[in-house]
């Protein structure tokens, strides 16, 4: 039978965000995939170069819906590094708590868009509907339930008050409960399992050659964690599990996040009984003095890297953001080799994906006549004004 | 292992009354530190353009109204609410209210000023 090329994308139901999957299949069977990125790009590093550093941080904070306080906060580390700023250890607590809640709330969910994905949309509108409790206890400290608006240069914005810590207390010991029923649902209920197991499978050295991050790489048995291993934050001072699994394949994804939010629970706890005392934020100068700084942060989807290089001015002069999902996209690409056509959006779902985080920059090339173009923010932003 | 465990909670919210609420009918409370429309006590304001400075959206602009010193005319339709204009503050003359229901028919109703000769706040009518 010859070989049919399916694409996927940009625009499809099975997709949340534009991005071009080709998938070559033969019958049932996909044979290869290739993917093609640039759908979502939004210039945001570049837009970066315009605002201040106050500014650039809220810019920031935008990449991405779902795990802000950790772009925000992989910012504000490589800029301290380079301002040599000491952040305050209370504020340090605070971005671990706001850490802990956002990855209990991406986990949550995932675990909802696979259940959709496979057609349980039971769990998929349960798990969201539990997930509003820890984005209510965002809301309330916060401010916001998405774009927290945590994060300054020099530490936190806002206080967690006693108040705060009574409500998230018994936030938790409801969401305890509920995560306890969600794992026992999604790891023991046939039909769910079924569709999993053994789907999506990459092999241990698999993950570590294609350069998974996070709960991909975690759940093909690569024993990483940032927080562990290059800890930021308060987690030198916190006591916690990495979880791994060995199955690889998606149902190894499941146990490996369900896990995680159980850890982040004992860690959320830990923190408000530990919460100390002292300032939340040092003041940070408006121009932060040449220099440069790498800075890795253990998103929920994984391994986020922010680089970022100052002139001495009030503007940053780069910032280049390497989202979790880039490095966990070829991954997608390997498991879909031998998988069904049926299997094809649960595969794309089970790592997570953001893709416009991931986005990377194009370059218009134009063929006739041969010319490039690289378009400056201003350039681009008229040219999104004349089209819209 | 088992098939539809989740049958028994399903059934029992057949029972339940819907987790969504009648709006605009019935309305949420805004949590307590909610950021919602940052207000500006023009009174209090020294004319420092801090605020419009570090609005990372831009939404701030400072106009003149006959005195001394510029004022600030916030564009609701702009505004992240962020917060940061009520931190740069040096005089703490904005607060962020927990007003989050901003939906307007016009432009002109999502701007506020300082009217001219006068030190109070006037929201524009829509």
């Known amino acids: 039978m010859p070989e049919i090329e399916i694409p996927v994308g940009p625009q499809h139901p099975a997709l949340k965000e534009p991005e071009s999957f080709r998938f070559e299949v033969d019958g049932e069977i996909v044979k290869s995939v290739d993917i093609r990125l640039g759908y979502v790009h939004r210039g945001i ?56 809640m956002e990855r209990i709330h991406s986990h949550l969910l995932w675990l909802g868009l696979a259940g959709h994905e496979v057609g349980f949309d039971s769990l998929f509108m349960y798990a969201w509907h539990d997930r509003e409790i820890i984005l209510d206890a965002l809301e309330s400290i916060s ?4 774009n927290y608006g945590m994060n300054t240069i020099g530490g936190v ?50 993950a570590i050659d294609l350069g998974t991050v996070g709960p991909t790489a975690r759940s093909a048995g690569v024993d990483v964690d940032l927080r562990r291993d290059d800890p930021y934050a308060a987690y030198d001072e916190i006591p916690f ?47 932060i003095p ?19 290089r100052s002139g001495g001015g009030d503007k940053p002069l780069r910032v280049k953001v390497r989202a979790p999902t880039l490095a966990n996209i070829n991954a997608v690409a390997q498991s879909m080799r031998g998988a069904r056509v049926a299997d094809i959006p649960i595969i794309i779902a089970g790592i997570d994906p953001c893709f416009s985080c991931t986005d990377r920059m194009v370059r218009l090339d134009d063929v006739s006549s041969g010319r490039t173009e690289v378009l400056t923010w201003a350039q681009l932003s008229a040219r999104c004004r004349a089209s819209r | 292992m088992g098939l539809a465990k989740m049958l028994p909670e399903l059934i029992q919210s057949l029972f339940h009354k819907p987790a969504t609420i009648r709006f605009p009918a019935e309305r949420v409370p805004a949590p307590e530190g909610l950021r919602g429309k940052p207000v500006c006590d023009f009174s209090l304001c020294i004319g420092c353009r801090a605020c419009a400075r570090d609005c990372p959206a831009m939404a701030i602009e400072m106009a003149d109204v006959g005195e001394k010193l510029p004022k ?41 000023r300082a009217r001219e000769g006068s030190q109070r706040q006037e929201v524009a009518d829509s």
């Open chain 1, 45 to 100: 590093e570049k837009a970066c170069q315009d605002r201040t550093w106050v500014q650039a941080v809220y810019l920031i904070e935008r990449i991405c819906g779902i795990c802000s306080h950790s772009h925000t906060t992989c910012f504000c580390q490589a800029v301290e590094e380079i301002a040599g700023i000491e952040v305050p250890r209370r504020a340090r607590f605070i971005r671990s708590l706001f850490g802990e």
């Open chain 1, 290 to 308: 040449a220099g440069e700084a790498c800075s890795r942060y253990e998103a929920p989807r994984g391994e986020d890297i922010h680089y970022v």
């Open chain 1, 241 to 287: 599990r990495v979880i791994t699994a060995d199955g690889g394949d998606l149902l190894a994804a499941a146990v490996v996040r369900l896990g995680e939010i159980e850890e982040s629970l004992k860690i959320i706890r830990y923190i408000i009984e530990n919460l100390p005392d002292g300032p939340i934020a040092v003041k940070a100068p408006r121009r």
């Open chain 1, 157 to 206: 914005r806002r206080d967690v008050t006693e108040k705060d810590v009574d409500e998230l207390g018994r936030a938790l010991d409801l969401l305890e409960e509920r995560v306890k029923y969600y794992t026992d649902v999604a790891l023991n209920e046939a039909t769910f399992r079924s569709r999993l197991e053994g789907v999506g499978k990459i092999t241990r050295e698999q």
């Open chain 1, 143 to 146: 401010g916001n339930r998405v």
């Open chain 2, 72 to 112: 600030p005319v916030f564009h609701y339709d702009r505004c992240a609410f962020c917060g940061q204009c009520a931190d740069s503050c040096p005089k703490k003359a904005i607060t962020m209210t927990r007003e989050y229901d901003l939906a307007s028919f016009s432009r002109a109703g999502l701007t506020s």
